[in-house]
């Protein structure tokens, strides 16, 4: 059979890079998208056969899919395409800057990306999709535009998931909401955060089996519900730090 490859744009962060030493292991040819490639080139040897690297700016949406469907053509069997950008950030003062910043990449940059890798997933006929959200975004939070805008990933992977199922076509749609990664510094306690070759190990082992929607580390499910079903009036009570704090 021939070799599947999977595209996974975001690549410079730590768990991008740790869900692509496991893919390639598999024999899965691996072609990342980051904004700092230079960065990276440590870990191409470590990849197999054929790595491909690609810079994107998250910041020209247009760009970003020439790119994108440049990168389609060079490759055969995209088994599955990972979206892994992501901003945040903490301030209490909530300057507008910061919702820009974010809605930028969160909003605008993740639907030009996850538009081109529909379409593309369509027209081969099959495919996954799999991006990693945040238990934040099931209720505002504290970073106002990262909770709303992880909410918005959340309800287009779903709206993705319904046209895959209208067009009867195998394509799945996965969205990854996760908790803390060991990486946050200053926020979240160690207790809850997990390593994040554990992240990766336990993301890809729920894409394998075509998860619509899975919560990593697991122990995000029941944190995730007691946050939904908190009274307003005690979720608004809730503690926490802002960075350097
Ligand atoms: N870290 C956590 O504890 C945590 C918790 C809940 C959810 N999540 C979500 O899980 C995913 C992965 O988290 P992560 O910690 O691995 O993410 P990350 O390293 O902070 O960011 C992932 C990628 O997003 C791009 N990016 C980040 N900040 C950016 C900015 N300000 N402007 C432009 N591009 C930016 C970078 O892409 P390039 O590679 O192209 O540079 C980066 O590699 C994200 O969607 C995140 O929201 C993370």
Not at 189 to 196: E, Q
Request: aromatic share 8%; charged share 20%.
């Amino acid at each position: 059979m021939a070799r599947l490859s999977a595209i996974i744009i975001g690549a410079n962060s730590a768990l991008s890079q740790a869900m692509a030493l496991q893919l390639a292991s598999e024999q899965v040819r691996v072609a990342l998208m980051a904004s700092d490639p230079d960065a990276l080139s440590p870990l191409l040897p470590r990849l197999g056969e054929d790595p491909i690297l690609v810079e994107i700016d998250i910041f020209e949406p247009d760009a970003c899919r020439e790119a994108f469907e440049r990168l389609w053509e060079e490759l055969e069997n995209v088994a599955l395409v990972v979206i892994n950008t992501a901003a945040s950030g903490l301030d209490l003062s909530l300057p507008y800057a910061l919702d820009r910043q974010i809605n930028a990449v969160n909003v605008t940059g993740f639907s030009a990306l996850a538009n081109a890798a529909f379409n593309r997933m369509v027209a081969q006929k099959y495919g996954q999709l799999a991006a990693l959200t945040s238990i934040a975004g099931e209720r505002g939070g504290p970073q106002v535009a990262f909770h709303a805008s992880k909410a918005y990933q959340q309800n287009y992977l779903q709206g993705l998931r319904l046209h895959a199922q209208r067009l009867k076509l195998p394509i799945t749609i996965s969205d990854v909401r996760l908790g803390y990664l060991d990486k946050m510094h200053g926020r979240g306690s160690k207790g809850w955060s997990a390593p994040v070759e554990k992240v990766a190990a336990q993301t890809l082992r729920a894409l394998r089996k075509a998860k619509p929607k899975v919560y990593v580390t697991r122990r995000w499910r029941l944190i995730s519900w007691l946050s939904r079903v908190l009274p307003e009036f005690i979720y608004n009570r809730r503690k926490y730090k802002s960075p350097g704090a």
